[in-house]
């Protein structure tokens, strides 16, 4: 069993791109992960502020793979953004519902997993991100930021 692992930002003012590679002697997989990019929030509009981001991988000669994120600060229950010492809470989702936290699979999160990856094709995933409203209408201003590890396990 392989390991690639990669760090994406989850930022409210500006996405990093990030790229990652490793590779054995009979597979390997390449990885690449856009940021999620929240943009700007404003706790009096009344909405959650949902975006995506994608996690995008090539492997050759495996009969599967597994993407995992990390917590970043916080917990899979509740992520956060810091701005100096205040909190921004978040959320990522492998699903459009906002149902499913894209974790490790503990603590009642979700990974993804493709199984008999067609060789040399970019498998594109996307992540779900999303700033609930609830409990957060005194937020501070300023820039938040977190970094989430991204795991492919193949």
Do not use: K
């Amino acid at each position: 069993m392989m390991e690639i692992r990669a760090t994406f930002a989850v930022t409210l003012l500006m996405a990093s791109l990030l790229m990652l590679s490793s590779a054995s002697a009979t597979s390997s997989c390449t990885a690449g992960a856009t940021g999620v990019n929240f943009g700007s929030f404003s706790p009096l509009t009344g909405n959650n502020v949902d975006i995506t981001g994608t996690v995008t991988v090539n492997c050759t000669d495996v009969t599967s793979y597994t993407v995992t994120l990390s917590t970043g600060s916080g917990s899979y229950s509740q992520r956060r953004m810091a701005s100096g010492s205040y909190y921004l809470y978040y959320n990522l989702f492998r699903d459009a519902a906002y149902q499913q936290v894209w974790g490790d699979g503990s603590s009642g999160s979700f990974t993804v997993t493709l199984s008999n990856p067609v060789n040399g094709q970019n498998n594109v995933h996307t992540v779900y991100g999303c700033i609930p409203l609830s409990g957060q209408r005194a937020a501070h201003t300023g820039s938040y930021s977190d970094s989430v590890t991204v795991t492919v396990t193949y």
